[in-house]
Nanobody
Framework: QVQLVESGGGLVQAGGSLRLSCAAS????????AAWYRQAPGKQRELVAG???????NYADAVKGRFTISRDNAKNTVFLQMNSLKSEDTAVYYC????????????????WGQGTQVTVSS
């Protein structure tokens, strides 16, 4: 009933920028914590950036100073602004969110998006 849909990926030159979006839809009260992960070919999925319901941010060392995670609670959407992209940023980027679905229960279910491809050429 709840889906996360990523968008905004594509092919860019090194040094360029992309803005990824993750929109939650369906029967939900809201998003608690959310995060962006990425998985490059032949590598494990890794955490890129996270944001809590209160706005606390954390980033992987590899993207600090270049990426910014943000959210629009009214639209149930999470963003990842990616600047100064490098070839090593090439990966499929996945959105993950802890979603509250009930007004009566204070619990959360984790959802994953389908992923969006980001390719950075040198």
């Amino acid at each position: 009933q709840v889906q996360l849909v990523e968008s905004g990926g594509g092919l860019v030159q090194a040094g360029g920028s992309l803005r990824l979006s993750c929109a939650a839809s369906g029967l939900l009260v809201g998003i608690n914590a959310a995060a962006w992960y990425r998985q490059a070919p032949g590598k494990q999925r890794e955490l890129v950036a996270g944001i809590t319901v209160s706005g606390t941010l954390n980033y992987a060392d590899a993207v600090k100073g270049r990426f910014t995670i943000s959210r629009d609670n009214a639209k149930n959407t999470v963003f990842l602004q990616m600047n100064s992209l490098k070839s090593e940023d090439t990966a499929v980027y996945y959105c993950n969110a802890a979603v509250r679905k009930s007004w009566f229960r204070q619990d959360y279910d984790s959802y994953w998006g389908q992923g969006t491809q980001v390719t950075v050429s040198s």
